[in-house]
């Protein structure tokens, strides 16, 4: 069985400072990675994917995360935070290309000025 | 190009009705993948199509059905409507095989 836990239901950074959310995984063979972007009353919208590739993996805007095997992590960062970046991040797990994604429950990202 | 297309955009029922919601995947995309959001929960899988078929199932009971027409487009039906019901609900498309999923943007159902 897959699973993905953030461990953060709510980020606060101000704007300028770093942003790191955090995941930890479960699978019981090698997964395929991703983190999603909801902003309110949008559509989910990729970021970035791992799919056994590189283990650092760049995504839009300025994202990226570490796939870290031995910690079964893939924490999301970046360096500097912007307000356009307020809104819900999902974690999400998947088998092999095809097989259902498996979402985290999301952590709210706010950005204060 | 267009990407995922949903209609409605919300919809109001009422309990013990049945409503069916649509999806037109974008361009390119053969495979269709349905999802409920519960409010400030995470997406959860109810099924997929390809070829016309269901290929995988979440965990949602017989009441949720789908179908997925020739052009690639698909139907997300839902019966005996009950008020847990009320959710957004996402339609994912990508080519087979791909990782590369695109969301629509969802609709809104009410059951009151």
């Known amino acids: 069985a897959q699973s993905v836990t953030q461990l953060d239901s709510h980020v606060s950074v101000s704007e300028g400072t770093p942003v790191l959310l955090r995941c930890n995984y479960s699978?019981?063979?090698?997964?395929?990675l991703f983190w999603y972007v909801q902003h309110p009353n949008k559509g989910l919208q990729l970021l970035l994917k791992?799919?056994?590739?590189?283990?650092l993996v760049k995504g839009i805007n300025g994202f990226e995360a570490e796939f870290k095997k031995s910690e079964t992590s893939f924490h999301l960062t970046k360096p500097s935070a912007h307000m356009s970046d307020a809104a819900e991040y999902f974690c999400?797990?998947?088998?092999?290309?095809?097989?259902?994604?498996?979402f985290g429950k999301g952590t709210t990202l706010s950005v204060s000025s | 190009d267009a990407g995922v297309t949903q209609s409605p955009t919300h919809l109001i029922k009422t309990r013990g009705q049945q409503v069916t919601l649509r999806c037109s995947p974008k361009?390119?995309?053969?495979?269709v993948s349905w999802y409920q959001q519960a409010l400030g929960q995470g997406p959860q899988f109810i099924f997929q199509?390809?070829?016309?078929?269901?290929?995988q199932r979440g965990n949602f009971p017989d009441r949720f059905s789908g179908h997925q027409f020739p052009n690639y487009s698909s139907e997300l039906n839902v019966n005996a409507l009950l008020l847990g019901d009320s959710a957004l609900y996402l339609c994912?498309?990508?080519?087979?095989?791909?990782?590369?999923?695109?969301f629509g943007s969802g609709t809104r159902l009410t059951v009151v």
């Open positions: 994912a498309s990508r080519p087979q095989g791909s990782y590369g999923y695109t």
């Open positions: 699978s019981s063979y090698s997964p395929s």
């Open positions: 791992y799919t056994s590739a590189a283990t």
């Open positions: 999400v797990v998947s088998g092999q290309a095809g097989t259902a994604l498996i």
């Open positions: 361009s390119g995309h053969d495979t």
């Open positions: 199509y390809y070829e016309e078929e269901e290929r």
